[in-house]
C-alpha cells in the first residue's frame, strides 16, 4: 500500500497565537483550533499546528511556500504579526520573492509571481 501525503505538521510553541499569525496575515482558512492542534486550509492542503513539548522542537521544519498579491503588503502584515524578513526583498524575472521568519522561526517564501502575458505559463 503507498503512503497517503496528508498534511504538514509545523511544531509551534502557541499553537492559537500561529493560527491568528496564519489566518490573519496571510488569510488562509481554519479549519479547526485548539490550544494543542489547528488545522488551516492553504487551497486544499492541510497545514497542521502542533503544540511544541520543548523550545527544541519549534522552528525545525520544511520551508512553505505562498503566492501572494503583493509580496509588499504581505510582509507588512506579516511583520505587524511578529515576523521578520529574511535579507532582501528580490526581483528575478519570475517575480518578486521574499523570505520571512515566523515568531516561531519556521521561514516562509513570498512570491509576487511576474505578470504573464496571456497563455504564458511560469515554470519554477
Known amino acids: 500500500m503507498a503512503a497517503e501525503f496528508k498534511h504538514v505538521m509545523l511544531m509551534v510553541k502557541d499553537v492559537m497565537a500561529s493560527v491568528k499569525f496564519y489566518s490573519e496575515g496571510l488569510g488562509i482558512p481554519v479549519k479547526m483550533a485548539s490550544p494543542g492542534w489547528a488545522e488551516l ?10 503544540a511544541a513539548e ?4 519549534v522552528g525545525d521544519s520544511p520551508i512553505l511556500s505562498f503566492h501572494v498579491e503583493d509580496v509588499y503588503a504581505a510582509i507588512k502584515a506579516l511583520e505587524v504579526m511578529g515576523a521578520t524578513l529574511e535579507g ?10 521574499a523570505a520571512v521568519r515566523t515568531p516561531d ?20
Request: net charge positive; no cysteine.
Open 88 to 97: 532582501r526583498v528580490r526581483e528575478p524575472a519570475f517575480g518578486k520573492v
Open 41 to 50: 486550509d492553504a487551497n486544499g492542503t492541510t497545514i497542521g499546528f502542533h
Open 54 to 57: 520543548s523550545v527544541s522542537n
Open 105 to 124: 522561526g519556521h521561514l516562509l517564501s513570498l512570491l509576487q509571481p511576474a505578470s504573464q502575458p496571456a497563455g504564458a505559463s511560469m515554470a519554477h
